[in-house]
C-alpha cells in the first residue's frame, strides 16, 4: 500500500498507473523517431527503381531516424559503388 496525500493506493493499482506512464513514454518516444511531416511530404514512389529507392532512403535518413536504409539496399549501393 502506498500513501500519497490522502491517496492510498494498492500495489496492483500502482502497476497500472506505471504501466501506463511507460506506455505515454513509449508513444512519445516513437513519435519522435517519426519524422510524419517528412514521411507524408515523401511518399516512397510505387514500383519505385533502384535509383529512386536510393535517393529517397538517403533523404529520409537525413530528416527520420524510424528505421534504417535496409541492408540489401546498402549492398546493392556498395556494389554499385554509391556511397552511403
Ligand atoms: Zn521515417
Known amino acids: ?7 492510498r493506493l494498492s500495489e496492483s493499482e500502482l ?6 506512464a ?5 508513444q512519445h518516444y516513437h513519435n519522435m523517431k517519426i519524422n510524419r511531416e517528412w514521411h507524408e511530404a515523401n511518399r ?3 514500383n519505385a527503381n533502384f535509383e529512386q529507392r536510393v535517393k529517397w ?4 535518413a537525413k530528416y527520420c531516424s524510424c528505421r534504417p536504409i535496409p541492408q540489401k539496399l ?7 559503388g554509391l556511397k552511403r
Open 1 to 7: 500500500m502506498l500513501f500519497i496525500g490522502r491517496i
Open 15 to 20: 502497476a497500472r498507473i506505471l504501466e501506463f
Open 22 to 26: 511507460e506506455s505515454i513514454l513509449n
Open 44 to 46: 516512397m514512389p510505387k
Open 57 to 60: 532512403h538517403l533523404e529520409h
Open 74 to 80: 546498402v549492398e546493392e549501393m556498395e556494389r554499385k
